[in-house]
């Protein structure tokens, strides 16, 4: 009988299946089911079996829950992940997401301002703070290649 991961990607499961140890520290049934289906659209069918298969087999469950804390962190908040929500003190959200995730429940990116701790005072990350980033790093690139023709133009010499 295959495993509730392999049941939910509809795959061939045998005695020596690489996913069913990366599930056994869920309890559920249905929460094992949620976890391999929202994992695997995450990262990719193909990316999560070559992640587990990449590791030692006493390894393989602290990598899925791994996987799955990086892939709601960055679900709920796209721009830090799940490391941004730990280092701002906001780790309540990946776990509430996660817990979400194990129910069935689908997650959405957060709309609330995440504090940041910088080295003066802490400062909000709003969207007008990531337009002025974007705006940095475009004329970053066009100073670098200030002075220089196109590529593109380049071959057509």
């Excluded at 002075?147 to 380049?154: A, S």
């Amino acid at each position: 009988m295959s495993c509730n991961g392999c049941r939910v990607l509809r795959r061939g499961c045998g005695e020596k299946c690489i996913l069913r140890p990366s599930l056994e520290w869920i309890h559920s049934p249905e929460s094992q089911a949620h976890a391999t289906l929202f994992v695997s659209k995450f990262f990719g069918r193909s990316d999560l079996m070559s992640f587990i298969s990449a590791v030692p087999e006493n390894r393989r469950p602290a990598l899925f829950q791994s996987l799955l804390f990086e892939a709601c962190g960055r679900t709920v908040n796209p721009v830090d992940g799940a490391v941004g929500l730990l280092t701002s003190g906001n780790w309540h959200i990946c776990q509430a997401a996660v817990d979400a995730v194990l129910a069935g429940s689908s997650i959405h990116p957060i709309n609330v301002e995440i504090q940041r701790p910088t080295v003066g005072q802490p400062r909000m990350r709003t969207a007008s703070s990531v337009s002025v980033l974007s705006e940095v790093s475009a004329e970053l690139g066009r100073r670098r290649n200030f002075g220089k023709e196109p590529k593109l133009l380049n071959l057509f010499r």
